[in-house]
């Protein structure tokens, strides 16, 4: 069977109900398209946003509801088509149709694919008993807060955002938490940086955290089928109750892949979001944007990416011509640290990173240097000022003198050289 709609009503199809694909349905009613949309969603959960999962609903500290993009009312009032428990299972790009899961087809004009990414499995021995987690949705969170209601002890396997966040979280409850982390320091893909990452380090081994860096995971042993302890790759042995894997994320291609998309690391779109199919686009997690401020091609699996991609690949549904020129962005909350990262600084591009203001005191800018000019900052604690002013030195693109980028006698904007003439 396949739904399509009458009187020659256009239909926009979206896949995958995260933030993305539930903010462009939003932008798409709020620009005025009063036609049909269908939103498919694999999850039998109302569209949500992440990050709670691994802090405050975590914690206990806030409601399942708080994570929702919008009310189930929304979707009525709104006349948007969710259906939640519903898979695609391929894209018919001859027929203008996605087949779900159970055979119906459901006809196109545009189609964003927002499927968003899944967690890179462990593959060590015991890796498939009972206690071994991974976190991308409500299922996955509630499962890991009930072993920190238990009481533990919990072996995280990953010094990335996840893994820590999980870590402050069981730390929170008084839970005993061991990292593993085959890198000398956490964060280190993330950052680049070691006096930066050495801040997390101190940070999480402040809260009682046993933080083994160097250390991966060879092994885990289980007894009735269920994890009961960890062998590292020193030979120790750590008792666990269940181990959560945070080893990073792959983006959910399977879909553009087998409809033969150009996908390599993501859904290759241009700076309007569109594929290599001109009715099909990309947005969040999934999609690798050709940049046309950072002049490279980069996927940015933030919540703030999805959020910002979602309204501009509805906008480009519409046939606006809005080219998507965002720096990435993102945050973490860990214990009483909050942080904001703006910009990009792939390592091999960076020449010098510079400090300023209290490091040891957890308050401070780090900003990332290329070729004199700051590609991209982060604050740590610094709430007053905020973000605003390193994401203003990155767009003015000038150079700036590093002395003065780390006095904090020196307004940010004034550490910019300008050249008479
Ligand atoms: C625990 C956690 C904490 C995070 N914390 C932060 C943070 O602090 N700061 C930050 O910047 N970012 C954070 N992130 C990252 C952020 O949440 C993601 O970047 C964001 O969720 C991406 O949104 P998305 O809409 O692209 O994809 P997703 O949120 O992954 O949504 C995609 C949806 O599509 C569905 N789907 C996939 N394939 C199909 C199919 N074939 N048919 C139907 N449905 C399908 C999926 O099931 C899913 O529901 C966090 C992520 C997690 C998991």
């Known amino acids: 069977m396949t739904t399509q709609p009458g009187n020659g009503e256009h239909s926009f199809v979206i896949v995958g109900g995260g933030l993305a694909g539930a903010k462009a349905a939003e932008t798409l009613r709020d620009e005025g398209f009063d036609e049909r949309i269908v939103l498919l969603c694999d999850e039998s959960e109302l569209p949500y946003e992440r990050p709670p999962l691994s802090k405050g609903y975590l914690l206990g500290n806030d409601a399942r509801e708080s994570a929702y993009v919008h009310e189930a009312n929304w ?27 159970d055979a119906e087809r459901v006809h196109y004009d545009r ?14 021995p015991g890796a498939d008993l009972d206690g071994v987690l991974y976190l991308r949705n409500l299922a996955d969170s509630d499962a890991i807060k009930r072993v920190i209601e238990a009481g533990g002890p919990i072996v995280v396997v990953g010094a990335g955002w996840i893994g820590l966040e999980v870590a402050a979280a ?7 938490v061991t990292v593993l982390e085959v890198a000398d320091l956490p964060l280190q893909q993330a950052l680049g940086d070691d006096e930066v990452a050495r801040v997390f380090a101190d940070l999480h081994r402040e809260h009682g955290v046993d933080l083994r860096l160097g250390t991966g995971i ?64 990309a947005a969040g997690d999934v999609a690798a944007i050709e940049h046309p401020v950072l002049h490279e091609r980069i996927r940015v699996e933030h919540w703030a990416n999805a959020l910002v991609t979602g309204p501009h690949a509805a906008r480009s549904m519409l046939g606006h011509d809005v080219v998507f020129e965002e720096l990435p962005y993102f945050f973490t909350d860990q214990y009483d640290l909050g942080m904001e990262y703006v910009g990009y600084a792939p390592p091999d591009a960076v020449d010098s990173v510079v400090l300023r ?14 070729a004199g ?7 740590v604690n610094l709430w007053d000022d905020g973000i605003d002013p390193v994401k203003a030195l990155i767009l003015d693109g000038g150079a700036v003198d590093t002395a003065k980028l780390a006095d904090t006698a020196v307004p940010l904007g004034e550490a910019l050289v300008r050249r008479a003439g």
């Open 373 to 379: 000019k700051v590609v991209a900052g982060m604050h």
């Open 170 to 176: 069981a730390r929170e409850h008084d839970v005993e």
């Open 111 to 124: 189609l964003l694919l927002a499927t968003g990414s899944e967690p890179r499995r462990l593959d060590v």
């Open 75 to 101: 979707y009525r009032e709104n006349n948007v088509d969710l259906r939640l428990a519903t898979r695609v299972r391929r894209i018919d790009r001859f027929a203008s149709e996605v087949v779900l899961a």
């Open 218 to 281: 060879t092994s885990i042993e289980g007894a009735d089928g269920r994890v009961d302890s960890v062998t590292t790759s020193d030979g120790s042995s750590v008792r666990a109750a269940a181990v959560v894997v945070g080893i990073g994320v792959a983006p959910r291609t399977g879909l553009a892949e087998d409809a033969g998309l150009v996908v390599d690391n993501g859904v290759h779109v241009d700076p309007h979001l569109f594929s290599s199919d001109p009715v099909i686009l």
């Open 357 to 370: 203001g209290d490091v040891a005191g957890r308050a401070f800018y780090a900003f990332w240097l290329a």
